[in-house]
């Protein structure tokens, strides 16, 4: 069983800056596959970042060049550093894990999730 608890949401004001934070529990963190997805009110849940265990990245086409997603296996803990934030930001963001090292766009290849963090963006 892996635990996902998700930290450093909040308001910022557009082209601020956040890093979002997600600490797992369990021995296996660095074997896993981790990512990050988001849900804005009246959306469904998309695709934002992932990282394999080795560090390789994915992200979406909305976010890149502006978003980084890193590991520190160590810590068990995965980061997003969102810079140039937009209005169209705003969403839930929740970090998760599969249970396979390499990454995955796709929401039904994560088998953990976490509980969400706010991201709210003001124009």
């Known amino acids: 069983q892996v635990q996902l608890v998700e930290s450093g949401g909040g308001l910022v004001q557009a082209g601020g800056s956040l890093r979002l934070s997600c600490a797992a529990s369990g021995r296996t963190f660095s074997s896993y596959a981790m990512g990050w997805f988001r849900q804005a009110p009246g959306k469904e849940r998309e695709f934002v970042a992932a990282?394999?265990?080795?560090?390789?990245?994915a992200y979406a086409d909305s976010v890149k060049g502006r978003f980084t997603i890193s590991r520190d296996n160590a810590k068990n803990t995965m980061y997003l550093q969102m810079n140039s934030l937009e209005p169209e930001d705003t969403a839930v963001y929740y970090c998760?894990?599969?249970?396979?090292?390499?990454?995955?766009?796709?929401?039904?290849?994560?088998?953990?999730w976490g509980q969400g963090t706010q991201v709210t963006v003001s124009s």
């Open positions: 990282v394999s265990w080795s560090g390789s990245t």
């Open positions: 998760a894990a599969r249970t396979f090292p390499a990454n995955s766009v796709y929401m039904r290849h994560y088998a953990y």
